[in-house]
């Protein structure tokens, strides 16, 4: 991962119905453009799906989202603070949450023990609660010295008390709770997405990332997902973004899709609109031969 | 973690009677034990604070650290001047000394504080650098480190008297100064891990891309563990210098060989594990001690041996590989031994019992 010079913040407007905006971003890597002037965002509480084939540059629109890289031209805007500049871990305490398209677990550590690491930005990221604080939004931390606190464990034994409940609580409410004290290792499969998308929870987000929730997974498992995703939007009330290749989750679940193909936008609309687009058909399909 | 079986405060007065009973033993140690079986029973104590610093940089964090050497030499030295009278600094530096060393001087408790506060300021310093880097290349830039501090103390002929070493230093890392310091290691270290910033630790060891996502700041919590580390080096750097008496920038002493022995210990004793260590620290200082008999000349199975000076390394050595081919997570794993473990264990042997 290239760490780029970051641009000091500046005080944006954003109109009232994104949550999270993408502003004109493009996303060059030496000659490749993986994404090209993305101008599209999230609206609050949405289950927005992002399709497009391989290599559109849909996983490049998450790592910009979440900080991971720097986008070349643009700014990515959330919930009125423009996020473009900040690091990863400010994001993720500002509000954003992601999952990964290969599952990366904290496989050494116990289910509940990941979903408690999820936990931890509220103790230790000042830095992003700062910035909360210039844009007059509440800081998630108003104590200090948790490191000291941890340590001697004075004020901090009911915080970790707090923490667990919740945790468990959590844990709970996604169907885990069986293997709340197991490695995350030695979850199957279709657990061990649950487990990511309950750890990427358990950050409190206000919008949610998933990519690829439904890869790898067999039509039975996959079914399951949906009603999962479904379940958690109206539960925990956050919004969702996510990234899939299985047209019958992405179709049976969004509310609102966009196609992106070679790095561009190609199509934005409603499952139906999008099945009877013809360059979607074309760009999963390829070009009809006219002169047959 | 596996689900409580024990109530806390039950554990807490588990290990408040295992402390007592501990010091009662190394009481009766104390008094009933010679000179030498003293020397390596606080030798124990101070390999341990050893490798359960380098084991929360290296295990519990996973920065494969290799400078742990040069916080000890720093340490040691800090408190070593310290501690010197004026008067035995001024005999022992040949080539004068910097007026304002050899003024200072202090008890032997804040010296090791000092020593301590010394190595963690250092850690700080190199911390920004080196942290910056991950795997091979960090291990060879903190071994850097380690090296460049030694030959420092090398050649700064009036602050650390270089090849001439420290002589006659008090030798007050006696056997309560050194399981106090222990206990407090311990303590400190397993509080941390097992709080919400050694979960942190723990994730970023597992999944440094994650952790990020999930929002730790990675480098600030790897510097944390780190600074930490180095604290606890300057403390048994100290001791150690305190233990030994004499001090001196050799290769053996304090250079990369210490490094890579308390590395045996912690990989000994499972990477990550606290306890591991401790076991670990114990094995290799009583090991390393009783192998001394293989460098005298001795008769196995009446075959005459000579001594052969060195032998000792050559055999901890292979030792070493054979754990590593045969025992790959070392002796704990990531496991601790904690009352908890204890109590499954035996609740798993009586109900075992109970079948057959």
């Known amino acids: 991962m290239t760490e780029v010079a970051r641009k000091p913040q500046e005080e944006v407007k954003t109109s009232e119905e994104f949550l999270l905006k993408l502003d004109h971003v493009t996303m060059q890597f030496g000659g490749l453009i993986a994404v090209n002037d993305f101008d599209n965002g999230v609206k609050k509480y949405e289950l927005l799906g992002l399709i497009g084939p391989n290599g559109a540059g849909k996983t490049t629109v998450f790592n910009v989202v979440t900080g991971i890289y720097y986008p070349t031209k643009g700014r990515v805007i959330f919930d009125g603070i423009d996020i473009t500049p900040l690091k990863p871990h400010q994001i993720t305490h500002l509000g954003i949450a992601r999952t990964f398209q290969n599952i990366k677990l904290f496989y050494d550590l116990t289910v509940l023990d990941n979903v408690l690491v999820a936990q931890h930005h509220e103790l230790s990221n000042p830095d992003a609660d700062r910035i909360l604080k210039k844009h007059g939004k509440p800081p998630k931390n108003t104590k200090k010295f948790w490191f000291w606190r941890a340590v001697s464990k004075l004020g901090y034994i009911k915080k970790e008390k707090e923490m667990v409940e919740r945790a468990k609580e959590l844990i709970e409410r996604v169907g885990l709770s069986h293997v709340m004290y197991e490695k995350a290792s030695a979850l199957p499969y279709g657990e061990q997405r649950k487990l990511e998308i309950a750890r990427a929870l358990a950050t409190k987000p206000k919008l949610l990332l998933l990519d690829e929730p439904a890869a790898g997974m067999n039509p039975k498992e996959s079914e399951d997902l949906m009603e999962f995703i479904k379940r958690l939007k109206n539960e925990f009330k956050v919004t969702i973004f996510l990234i899939e290749h299985d047209m019958k989750v992405v179709m049976g679940i969004c509310e609102r899709i966009i196609v992106m193909d070679y790095g561009k936008i190609i199509a934005e609309g409603t499952p139906e609109e999008i099945q009877s687009n013809p360059r979607v058909i074309e760009a999963y399909l390829g070009k009809e031969w006219k002169n047959v | ?356």
Do not use: C
Request: aromatic share 16%.
């Open chain 2, 1 to 356: 973690m596996v689900e409580k079986r024990l109530k806390t405060s039950t554990k807490v007065w588990l290990t408040i009677i295992f402390i007592i009973f501990m010091g009662f033993l190394l009481w009766i140690a104390d008094r009933t034990f010679d000179d030498y079986k003293l020397r390596v029973l606080r030798l124990i104590a101070i390999y341990g604070i050893m490798a359960v610093s380098l084991n929360l940089i290296n295990g519990i964090t996973g920065v494969f650290s290799l400078g742990h050497a040069g916080f000890i030499l720093i340490g040691a030295y800090t408190a070593s001047l310290l501690t010197l009278t004026p008067e035995q600094k001024a005999m022992s530096f040949l080539f004068g000394i910097q007026p304002w060393i050899e003024k200072l001087h202090t008890d032997f408790f804040t010296a090791t504080i000092a020593g301590g506060a010394m190595a963690a300021f250092f850690a700080f310093l190199i911390g920004w650098p080196v942290l910056k880097l991950y795997g091979d290349y960090l291990a060879i830039a903190s071994l850097g480190f380690a090296e460049v501090v030694r030959i420092w103390a090398n050649n700064a002929m009036t602050i650390t008297n270089g090849p001439l070493g420290l002589k006659a230093i008090p030798e007050y890392s006696n056997t309560w100064w050194v399981y106090g310091w222990l206990l407090f290691t311990v303590a400190f270290i397993s509080s941390l891990v097992y709080s919400s910033y050694g979960r942190a630790l723990k994730a970023i060891r597992e999944d440094e891309i994650a952790a990020r996502a999930m929002g730790i700041n990675v480098f600030k919590h790897q510097l944390l563990a780190f600074v930490v580390g180095a604290f606890f080096a300057g403390v048994s750097g100290s001791l150690y210098a305190h233990w030994l008496t004499t001090i001196d920038p050799r290769l053996t002493t304090m250079g990369p060989m210490l490094t890579f022995y308390i590395l045996i210990m912690i990989v000994l004793g499972g990477l990550g594990s606290i306890t591991g260590s401790l076991i670990g620290a114990a094995i290799f200082a009583i090991l390393f001690e009783w192998l001394r008999n293989l460098e005298q000349p001795f008769t196995f199975f009446g075959i005459h041996v000579p001594g052969i000076p060195g032998m000792r390394i050559l055999v901890v050595s292979v030792i070493f590989i054979l754990v590593m081919i045969f025992w790959q997570r070392g002796i704990m794993g990531r496991e601790e031994l904690t009352w908890e473990n204890l109590y499954r264990w035996f609740s798993k042997l009586k109900r075992e019992g109970e079948k057959s």
